[in-house]
């Protein structure tokens, strides 16, 4: 069965950076998307970014133009993609999660539409 798993995590200060990976294992690359979602205490869990295995992506407006995300393209067991995380602010705080779904065609934005999912990982950002 597919899982994922995230790493790179952490706690940084306002203005810093950080990259999140999500290892995708047992995975059908093609026509998949990978997506991070984000939720903190007390909130609904919400879409952060998409990328398809064409490399298209997608951002929420709140992350625009600061989060990116890219993959790794070689043909390796784990297919690995990045959340890289610029300029980060405190109400990036969060647990994030990596999704996957396989056989769609525009990666959508629905927590609901993802079918795995990662255990998820831990960002704090300190003003």
């Known amino acids: 069965h597919v899982q994922l798993v995230e790493s790179g995590g952490g706690s940084v200060q306002a203005g810093g950076s950080l990259r999140l990976s999500c290892a995708a294992s047992?995975?059908?690359?093609?026509?998949?998307?990978v997506a991070w979602f984000r939720q903190a205490p007390g909130t609904e869990r919400e879409f952060v970014a998409f990328i398809g295995t064409d490399g298209a992506t997608g951002y929420a407006d709140s992350v625009q133009g600061r989060f990116t995300m890219s993959k790794n393209n070689d043909e390796t067991i784990l297919y690995l993609t990045y959340l890289h995380m610029n300029s980060l602010k405190p109400e990036d705080t969060a647990m994030y999660y990596c999704a996957a779904l396989m056989g769609s065609g525009t990666c959508p934005t629905k927590t609901d539409e993802y079918r795995y999912w990662g255990q998820g990982t831990q960002v704090t950002v300190s003003s």
């Open positions: 047992n995975y059908a690359r093609s026509g998949s998307c």
